[in-house]
């Protein structure tokens, strides 16, 4: 029911827009979140918007380059990605619930799409 796409391997300082589509899962009662797991680590939470009232979060190491954003119309949810650094080199992925708010970590979200792979490297 998600799928997120738009990753792929960009310089450091360096913009990518990830796209998750959300077709199946309403928008307008879910928390739709990013999330990144680099190997080895476990999955880190990104950032999160709420489609029903537009509330954002950001994990602080994001904050200030990324940027989250919904479509309702389209079922989409963006995220934004400037200034990127080698330390956001992860695969992202994004998730929805209805049952919890921006900022849970991602044990909370029960709907998750595929992984899509971010590299940063010159």
């Known amino acids: 029911q998600l799928q997120a796409s738009g990753g792929g391997l960009v310089q450091p300082g360096g913009s990518l827009r990830l796209t998750c589509a959300t077709s199946?899962?309403?928008?307008?009662?879910?928390?739709t979140g990013w999330f990144r797991q680099a190997p080895g680590n476990e999955r880190d939470r990104v950032a999160c918007?709420?489609?029903?009232?537009?509330?954002?979060w950001y994990a602080d190491s994001v904050k200030g380059r990324f940027t989250v954003s919904s479509d309702n119309d389209k079922n989409i949810v963006y995220l934004q990605m400037n200034s990127l650094k080698p330390e956001d080199a992860a695969v992202y992925y994004c998730?929805?619930?209805?049952?919890?708010?921006?900022?849970?970590?991602?044990?909370?979200?029960?709907?998750w799409g595929q992984g899509t792979l971010v590299t940063v490297s010159s």
């Open positions: 998730a929805a619930d209805a049952t919890v708010l921006c900022g849970s970590t991602a044990q909370g979200f029960d709907n």
């Open positions: 199946g899962v309403t928008p307008d009662h879910y928390a």
């Open positions: 918007v709420s489609s029903k009232d537009g509330i954002t």
